[in-house]
């Protein structure tokens, strides 16, 4: 019998809520912070080295090592707090995916197809519904709320202010570009036209939107995205819902390949 043996497993698992995100939160910290703090590490142990040698007589030489370690240590710490608010923003962004992604998942008793982190050129799509109201790119945007006053969102069916202020990326425009990808993605691949509706959600703000401005794009508050669903008419019958729901594995799929390709 051959000693040669293979996984049972013939695909990766699909991806999980806000990879994306923890995998640029890793490798931020990997090539940006570790480096530098085990460097300091380092001379602060030769430092101590030397001061033993000091207190035992052995002709040291403790101040060199001792400036040495301390300007790797003053700058390890330099690079740790310069990418600390980026490293926080993206701890925050992960959590939010993770329970906008938790709480998508309670639509698979509804005949919702669920899908989590999508890796497009250039960009990924947080998350995509595909069952009975049709198929949906999802971005969340885990926005921090003022300490004070309302965290309140308002949406005119164009634009969004986060109080006062425009965000410096639109999240709409950013929705629309995901939907028309997934959109052309699903055409090549099935050969059949799916209408994909953008949704942005907010969780914990509040959305202000007049109740007479008609939108392509929905601006939510992730609880209030079951009951649109369940108002909006049916848009796909099983069998479009399953093809789509197939070809969207399979491409993600692949992508998962192709990089594991590109690290062996």
Do not use: C
Not at 15 to 38: H, I, M, N
Not at 245 to 259: D, K, P, T, Y
């Amino acid at each position: 019998m051959s000693d040669a043996r293979k996984s049972p497993i013939k695909d990766k698992p699909l991806r999980q809520p806000a990879q994306s995100l923890e995998e640029e939160r890793r490798t931020l910290w990997s090539d940006k912070v570790e480096p530098y703090l085990l460097q300091a590490l380092m001379f602060v142990v030769l430092a101590i080295l030397e001061w033993w040698r000091y207190y035992k007589d052995m002709k040291p030489s403790p101040i060199v090592f001792t400036a040495v370690a301390i300007v790797a240590v003053a700058f390890g710490f330099w690079q740790f707090f310069k990418i600390r608010p980026r490293m926080r923003a993206l701890l925050q962004g992960i959590e939010g995916e993770k329970v906008v992604g938790q709480y998508l998942e309670r639509l698979r008793e509804k005949g919702y197809d669920v899908f989590h982190d999508i890796v497009a050129p250039g960009f990924n799509i947080d998350h995509v519904l595909i069952g009975p109201a049709g198929v949906m790119t999802i971005e969340t945007k885990t926005w921090s709320k003022p300490l004070k006053g309302e965290a309140r969102i308002k949406f005119d069916g164009e634009k969004l202010l986060a109080g006062s202020l425009a965000p410096d990326r639109d999240p709409v425009q950013q929705a629309r570009a995901q939907a028309a990808w997934l959109r052309n993605s699903l055409a090549e691949s099935t050969g059949k036209t799916f209408d994909v509706r953008p949704v942005v959600l907010f969780p914990g703000w509040f959305i202000e939107k007049p109740a007479d401005v008609r939108s392509d794009v929905w601006v939510l508050e992730p609880k209030a995205l079951p009951a649109f669903l369940d108002h909006e008419a049916s848009q796909l019958d099983a069998r479009d819902a399953k093809l789509a729901a197939f070809h969207l594995s399979r491409f993600i799929r692949s992508v998962e390949r192709q990089n594991d390709s590109k690290l062996a």
